[in-house]
């Protein structure tokens, strides 16, 4: 199970790196009026400062440490829009390093005996690919081939599910009243055991921009085994090379 966790840390945690926030949220809908998914979707992006906002964000670098299994393991996550994402983490005195673009994935990851880099698993590719995007997988869903549905909604939150042209579903938990994403789910085949995710996000902080992101991010693996990512830094918009996105020769 440890080498599951430290396989998937990439994708849980760009999972809240990718949902930034306006600094004033809409009102929360009327209980007899539920919306439809893509009247859920575009208050979201409405909450994320509007599609000509996000289009503005081409990258993003977070520093951030997580606690896992009560040890620290800094991290340093960088993302170029649509291009590339890549993670490094500290853990135990080794490197794992994650790294997604729009053609494929590779890994560094010596607690699963893989020192070298090494080409990622298309099952673990397919479900961690949504962070190269940075207005995140509900942004121009249609567009990337995906198809939403409302699967329960009340006065306090909305569930969407998403499915992408891979086959992938995540359910999003979407704030009724900030229309802020509060949960994310979706279950990942990480060496052949199906594995549960849950990423609950908090502590939305605005950013110099004028976005805010999600400070404090939990990650429940199934039940099994909990981490806790608290984020240090973000930065936007910073030149970055695309090149750190390709896999060195081992």
Do not use: C
Not at 102 to 129: E, F, I, L
Not at 169 to 189: H, N, P, R, S, V
Not at 216 to 238: A, H, P
């Amino acid at each position: 199970m440890k080498k599951i966790i430290l396989g998937v840390l990439a994708f849980s945690a760009m999972a809240g790196a990718v949902s930034l926030s306006a600094q004033t949220p809409p009102a929360a809908p009327a209980a007899s009026a539920a919306l439809t998914a893509d009247q859920v979707v575009n208050k979201h992006l409405e909450a994320l400062g509007g599609r000509d906002a996000i289009s503005k964000v081409k990258t993003m670098t977070m520093d951030a440490s997580m606690n896992v299994m009560g040890q620290d393991a800094p991290s340093t996550t960088v993302v170029v829009d649509g291009v590339g994402m890549k993670q490094e983490s500290e853990f135990n005195g080794m490197k794992i390093i994650s790294a997604y673009t729009d053609k494929g994935g590779w890994m560094v990851n010596p607690m699963a005996g893989a020192a070298d880099p090494t080409p990622m698993p298309d099952d673990q590719y397919n479900t961690g690919k949504i962070g190269i995007y940075v207005g995140g997988p509900l942004y121009d869903y249609a567009a990337k081939g995906s198809t939403i549905a409302v699967t329960s909604s009340d006065d306090k939150m909305y569930n969407l599910k998403l499915t992408t042209k891979d086959k992938v579903e995540f359910t999003f938990g979407i704030d009724a009243k900030t229309f802020l994403l509060d949960t994310m789910t979706a279950t990942a085949q990480m060496q052949g055991q199906a594995v549960t995710l849950t990423t609950t996000y908090s502590d939305y902080r605005k950013t110099d921009t004028g976005f805010m992101v999600p400070y404090s991010i939990g990650l429940d693996f199934g039940g099994q085994f909990q981490i806790s990512m608290t984020i240090k830094k973000i930065e936007l918009n910073k030149t970055i090379d695309p090149a750190i996105f390709a896999m060195p020769k081992a």
